[in-house]
């Protein structure tokens, strides 16, 4: 089954251009990943770094974004709706940031963690998502 792009909307939190900017985002990630990944080409020897910065960049984006649709909201008059949708976006960035650095960490050596501690960001999303999907229908 294929959901729709207003299903997505909805239960996501998120607009058709945030999601055009993690599709972007995702695509660099993944050119450079298989860079990395192959090691003869000329990202052979760079860390995960420079791999994941498309996506924190995409979160840079999206969270001006969202201060930017936040504020026009709450000068438009519609404060409750305004801060409802700014705390989704809020603990969505953060708990997407937190998981992506883990990881980055993760894979450069610098951190001890288990990849379960290191997933439980997505975790404690997906179970926000299902509420949020519930409480929609």
Request: proline share 2%; aromatic share 14%; hydrophobic share 60%.
């Amino acid at each position: 089954m294929i959901f729709t792009l207003n299903e997505l909307e909805h239960w996501l939190g998120l607009t058709i251009f945030e999601m055009w900017i993690n599709l972007v985002s995702l695509t660099i990630f993944s050119v450079l990943l298989a860079l990395r990944l192959d090691e003869n080409y000329f990202l052979g020897n760079t860390g995960w770094w420079i791999v994941f910065s498309p996506l924190f960049v995409a979160d840079g984006l999206n969270a001006y974004f969202c201060a930017i649709i936040f504020i026009r909201m709450h000068m438009e008059g519609m404060v409750k709706a305004a801060v409802l949708r700014g705390l989704w976006s809020l603990i969505l960035l953060i708990l997407i940031f937190v998981f992506k650095y883990l990881l980055c960490r993760k894979l450069s050596g610098q951190s001890p963690l288990e990849y379960s501690e290191i997933l439980s960001p997505l975790f404690i999303l997906l179970q926000l998502i299902a509420v949020r999907a519930c409480q929609l229908h």
